[in-house]
């Protein structure tokens, strides 16, 4: 695997900053929204524009060209947030459910709820209120759509935030066997 800057930075384990990588692309390739939403099963059409929002009342993605919306709560390491720990029934998706059904339904019609992970991560929506509204993607899904995009080739900045998911792509965290791998190889060159 290539050496990103995602890599150079320390922030290859870091929900935020693949975020804002999310919404940036997204922005700058908006038909790789409808493109990637269709493979899992979702109608939505970006042709209209489309606006992205980062961190609206605490939620990750929010997504929407008017007459649907997304919300996308990203989770590389972490698991569900509770707004009460001890309750799994106060969870942040619970939250973001109710914010769009209710302050936020005029703005964000029709939404539909997603949680991204890494294919390591295993967190079982069941045992979270409103857990049943939303629809676990992987970041192999993601990473198998845009590397198959024309702008992996030609976009170098694409290219690296497509390859710095990689990572995400296994069943295990295997960041250390890869760092000894990699430190192995470049001795055995030298």
Do not use: W
Request: charged share 20%; proline share 3%; aromatic share 16%.
């Amino acid at each position: 695997r290539q050496t990103t800057y995602f890599d150079i930075c320390g922030i290859s384990h870091n929900e935020l900053a693949f975020s804002n990588a999310i919404a940036y692309f997204f922005e700058k390739f908006p038909h790789h929204i409808s493109g990637f939403m269709k493979t899992v099963g979702l109608s939505f059409d970006t042709f209209n524009g489309i606006k992205i929002y980062r961190e609206k009342r605490n939620i990750d993605l929010l997504l929407t060209n008017g007459n649907k919306s997304i919300v996308i709560e990203n989770k590389i390491t972490s698991g569900i947030n509770g707004i009460d720990r001890h309750d799994p029934s106060k969870s942040q998706l619970k939250k973001y459910y109710d914010i769009l059904n209710s302050d936020l339904k005029q703005q964000f019609p029709n939404p539909s709820f997603f949680v991204l992970t890494p294919n390591y991560n295993d967190i079982d929506l069941s045992q979270y209120a409103a857990g049943e509204h939303y629809t676990k993607l992987l970041y192999s899904q993601l990473y198998d759509y845009l590397k198959g995009q024309a702008e992996y080739e030609s976009d170098v900045l694409f290219q690296n935030y497509v390859d710095a998911m990689e990572r995400h792509t296994s069943f295990y965290c295997n960041d250390q066997y890869e760092d000894m791998k990699q430190r192995f190889l470049t001795t055995i060159n030298n």
